[in-house]
T-cell receptor, first 114, second 116 residues
Framework: RKEVEQDPGPFNVPEGATVAFNCTYS??????FFWYRQDCRKEPKLLMS???SGNEDGRFTAQLNRASQYISLLIRDSKLSDSATYLCVVNPMNYGGSQGNLIFGKGTKLSVKP | NAGVTQTPKFRILKIGQSMTLQCTQD?????MYWYRQDPGMGLKLIYYSVGAGITDKGEVPNGYNVSRSTTEDFPLRLELAAPSQTSVYFC???????????????FGSGTRLTVV
């Protein structure tokens, strides 16, 4: 099983749609979780951290299910500007050394159409 | 506050040439990383550093070297460039305390390298 797995997509949705991305991770001891956004030919940028109780930032909602080792990102009222690749990212441990290295999924591509 | 700065943005190398990709950060982050990203693929860790004077190999270190003489700078050296090193290279930094790793990476804008 890969460390972080995501559906590669692409997800093609109309403006205003709600879209959900899922991600699973293999290391049950993982401590920190993030969603990054990467635009074409650009660097990844932190979209939001994912907390155990779930968290929301405007149109974006992240959920974590530790028992199932599953993370999700929900985007409501999709905008054209949401078109990008969304990377699921996991920190395997909660201390430094090599465990401070984030593990990146390959990303899910989203295309929002007019 | 510039964040993470990478130079150059683009470079074409001939097979066998060498070059250094520069990375500097002004956020006083202790951890720094070099990743490569091939088209349609995920990020692969080349080298990382947990502080000045300390470096370690990542997933794909062959053909590369790094140094970390200061907190701010983390250059990546390519020796004897090969076509397989054609990729986009991202430098990143992160602040980690002894009790929390709840901070994500800050990435530089990348260096697009082509080896011909």
């Amino acid at each position: 099983r890969k460390e972080v797995e995501q559906d590669p997509g692409p997800f093609n949705v109309p403006e205003g749609a709600t879209v959900a991305f899922n991600c699973t991770y293999s290391n049950s001891a993982s401590q920190s979780f993030f969603w990054y956004r990467q635009d074409c030919r650009k660097e990844p940028k932190l979209l939001m951290s994912v907390y155990s109780s779930g968290n929301e930032d405007g149109r974006f909602t992240a959920q974590l299910n530790r028992a199932s080792q599953y993370i999700s990102l929900l985007i409501r009222d999709s905008k054209l500007s949401d078109s990008a690749t969304y990377l699921c990212v996991v920190n395997p441990m909660n201390y430094g050394g090599s465990q401070g290295n984030l593990i990146f999924g390959k990303g899910t591509k989203l295309s929002v159409k007019p | 506050n510039a964040g993470v700065t990478q130079t150059p943005k683009f470079r074409i190398l001939k097979i066998g040439q060498s070059m250094t990709l520069q990375c500097t950060q002004d956020m006083n982050h202790n951890y720094m990383y070099w990743y490569r990203q091939d088209p349609g693929m995920g990020l692969k860790l080349i080298y990382y550093s947990v502080g000045a004077g300390i470096t370690d190999k990542g997933e794909v270190p062959n053909g590369y070297n790094v140094s970390r003489s200061t907190t701010e700078d983390f250059p990546l050296r390519l020796e004897l460039a090969a076509p397989s090193q054609t990729s986009v290279y991202f430098c990143a930094s992160r602040f980690i305390t002894g009790t929390s790793t709840n901070y994500g990476y800050t990435f530089g804008s990348g260096t697009r390298l082509t080896v011909v």
